[in-house]
């Protein structure tokens, strides 16, 4: 079972960034998908960015289009978010998880891993 670990959140003022990492145990992590995705106290988990497993494409929600970059750095086992121009409704709990297979989608149930998640809070 994988284990995924994600780190970088924090509290930001709206207009700044952040760079979200999500470190994977094992040694199968190029082989799969990875996605990000974000829940906002008291709605529900929201799809942000998935990235294929060879970082060939990448798909995101309309509303971070040309803010958010996700990459990926199989060598080092890693994921990455970087998300620019942040606004105050950008604020939630990030979790990264892996998908089952070479390529994510947009929807929760494609992805079989799940980090704790990482708390990213945008002030006004």
């Known amino acids: 079972q994988v284990q995924l670990v994600e780190s970088g959140g924090g509290l930001v003022q709206a207009g700044g960034s952040l760079r979200l990492s999500c470190a994977a145990s094992g040694r199968t992590f190029s082989s799969y998908a990875m996605g990000w995705f974000r829940q906002a106290p008291g709605k529900d988990r929201e799809f942000v960015a998935t990235?294929?497993?060879?970082?060939?494409?990448?798909t995101y929600l309309d509303s971070v289009k040309g803010r958010f970059t996700l990459s990926r750095d199989n060598a080092q086992n890693t994921a990455y978010l970087q998300m620019n121009s942040l606004k105050p409704e950008a604020t939630a709990l990030y979790s990264c998880?892996?998908?089952?297979?070479?390529?994510?989608?947009?929807?929760?149930?494609?992805?079989?891993?799940w980090g704790p998640g990482t708390p990213v809070t945008v002030s006004s």
């Open positions: 990235i294929t497993y060879n970082g060939g494409s990448t």
């Open positions: 998880a892996r998908g089952v297979g070479r390529y994510g989608t947009r929807w929760s149930s494609s992805y079989d891993g």
